[in-house]
């Protein structure tokens, strides 16, 4: 069965660094979402991408993030000099249509210390 | 904008209780209503979808009915299970104006006792 899969699985890293958080959304999905989870709260909305460029962003989604889809498959979120408050579990989604359900990966667990 | 509001819970139930959680929601247009499931360490999983009013989506014993007319899409289990111990979220997509993401409630967290 296709599957939204996400590397790294955990990712730890200093305050003030870059990090790249990776996706490979299933191969027919046209639309790509980030989402993130603090500590098992409430799933927030980051940014959705359509047609190689951002569809929709949420307020959090300021100028320390980007999104790319630098190749046919993979979809990466990278967070310029990370603060303590982005820890969370950020989820990488796809859909075949903006109306349909999104397919969720597993998750990449970041912790910034 | 669109809003989703859920039970928040944490809700305790015995094994074999009957389940159910409330979702309303506020939304613009025609939404899609959804209840995605997340399981103690793992990723979000979709449990079931409605698309249309009066539609009820059903998966695993679960069951919710899309209501237009009271903003509701409640979900409901005759008879829970201790596998079913896990987060729920209710959720919505709405294709009415340029809402491209899914919008969810809190989330309600079950534990279902032996």
């Known amino acids: 069965e296709p599957e939204v899969t996400q590397t790294p699985s955990h990712q730890v890293t200093q305050m003030g660094q870059e990090v790249i958080l990776r996706c490979v959304p299933i191969s027919n999905h046209l639309y790509f979402y980030w989402y993130r989870q603090i500590l098992g709260q409430k799933v927030e909305f980051l940014v959705s991408?359509?047609?190689?460029?951002?569809?929709?962003k949420s307020e959090i989604f300021d100028d320390q993030f980007s999104v790319e889809r630098p190749d046919g498959s993979n979809f990466t979120l990278k967070i310029r000099s990370t603060k303590l408050e982005d820890s969370a579990m950020y989820f990488c989604?796809?859909?075949?249509?903006?109306?349909?359900?999104?397919?969720f990966g597993q998750g990449t667990r970041l912790t910034v210390v | 904008g669109d809003s989703v509001t859920q039970m928040e819970g944490p809700v305790t139930l015995s094994e074999e209780a009957f389940l159910t959680i409330n979702c309303t929601y506020t939304a613009t247009g025609y939404p899609s209503l959804f209840w995605y499931v997340q399981y103690p360490g793992e990723g979000l999983q979709l449990l079931l979808k409605a698309t249309k009013a009066d539609d009820k989506g059903s998966n695993k014993g679960f069951e919710a009915t899309y209501r237009k007319e009271t903003t509701s899409f409640h979900l409901e289990k005759g008879s829970v299970q201790v596998s079913d111990s896990a987060v729920y979220f209710c959720?919505?997509?709405?294709?009415?104006?340029?809402?491209?993401?899914?919008?969810f409630g809190k989330g309600t967290l079950l534990t279902v006792n032996p």
């Open positions: 991408f359509y047609n190689n460029e951002i569809s929709e």
């Open positions: 959720a919505l997509t709405n294709s009415g104006g340029s809402n491209y993401k899914l919008t």
């Open positions: 989604a796809s859909s075949v249509d903006v109306n349909t359900e999104a397919f």
